[in-house]
């Protein structure tokens, strides 16, 4: 049975950039790819990094039990399948998730022993300016971002450990994760 990390923080962080460099710099770990119902966008494909599906598939799933964990975020859905939950940690020593808050703070109730680490951002501008730019969303979303963001950085106390995204210092981010992951 392996150790399950789940990595999380406000949209902006970082998250999927501190996790791809740990990769990158020899993390080994197993990871279960998100269901959403969102729209893919541009340079994604079906299960990179999501499972794309209908409304109505997700809450099919939800009905008949198959979610272990799922959340409404800015209006999709989002959550990791049961089956894929289990199977992947299971047959790996280190797995490796990558959830919101909302789906963080399922897993550590339904399974005490998760590890969940925060990635917190610099500063709120710097998170500010990360959504802008990244110009995916409405401002309409990127202003509910932001004030989730605001409560998600006022609830530090929520998680296992918080590792600090600085701006330009990812290798430091990602070294600290490692570190997380082979002290557990």
Not at 150 to 156: D, I
Request: glycine share 6%.
């Amino acid at each position: 049975m392996g150790k399950l990390f789940v990595v999380t923080g406000p949209s902006g962080a970082g998250k999927d950039s501190v996790i791809a460099k740990a990769r990158e710099m020899g993390l080994s770990f197993a990871t279960v790819t998100t269901t959403s119902t969102r729209a893919m966008r541009p340079g994604e494909s079906e299960g990179n990094p999501y499972f794309f599906v209908t409304r109505e598939e997700f809450e099919n799933k939800i009905k008949n039990g198959e979610m272990i964990e799922w959340a409404e975020v800015y209006g999709y859905l989002y959550g990791s399948t049961r089956e894929d939950v289990e199977h992947t940690v299971k047959k790996n020593p280190v797995v490796v998730l990558k959830v919101d808050p909302q789906g963080a703070r399922t897993f550590k109730s339904l399974l005490p022993d998760v590890v969940t680490i925060f990635i917190q951002p610099p500063s709120f501008l710097f998170l500010e300016k990360r959504l802008v730019n990244r110009a995916s969303d409405s401002p309409e979303v990127i202003h509910k971002r932001l004030e989730t963001a605001k409560v998600e950085l006022q609830n530090l106390q929520d998680w296992d450990h918080i590792i600090l995204n600085e701006e330009g210092k990812i290798d430091e981010a990602a070294k600290q994760l490692m570190c997380l992951v082979s002290e557990s």
